[in-house]
Nanobody
Framework: QVRLVEAGGGLVQAGGSLSLSCAPSGRAISDYAMGWFRQAPGKEREFVAAVSRSGSSTYYADSVKGRFTVARDNTKNTVLLQMSSLKPEDTAVYYC???????????????????WGQGTQVTVSS
């Protein structure tokens, strides 16, 4: 079992920036494709961004493209989600997820991911 530990959520004004981090407890992050998802109240969990095992391929939801950046540092065993130009509609609980089955690329589908973090709240005020 892998435990994903997230950090970095909080409250920010519209137009501001936040950075989220995620690290697996006791396992090498290089063993997983990694994804970020979010869930707003009353809505389904949705894909935000993902990065392949090597970090060479990244994927974004259209709603965050150009504003969010996903990156991984396998030497530090961490994946980051850097969010800028935040909007009130970005308000949600953000989840980190790990997928050990995908060796090339990374998935946008929640069902592909095997392990999930506990979630961290991001609130963007207008």
């Amino acid at each position: 079992q892998v435990r994903l530990v997230e950090a970095g959520g909080g409250l920010v004004q519209a137009g501001g920036s936040l950075s989220l981090s995620c690290a697996p407890s006791g396992r090498a992050i290089s063993d997983y494709a990694m994804g970020w998802f979010r869930q707003a109240p009353g809505k389904e969990r949705e894909f935000v961004a993902a990065v392949s095992r090597s970090g060479s391929s990244t994927y974004y939801a259209d709603s965050v493209k150009g504003r969010f950046t996903v990156a991984r540092d396998n030497t530090k065993n961490t994946v980051l989600l850097q969010m800028s130009s935040l909007k009130p509609e970005d308000t949600a609980v953000y989840y980190c997820a790990a997928d050990y089955k995908t060796y090339s690329g990374a998935s946008r589908e929640t069902r592909t991911y095997n392990y999930w973090g506990q979630g961290t709240q991001v609130t963007v005020s207008s």
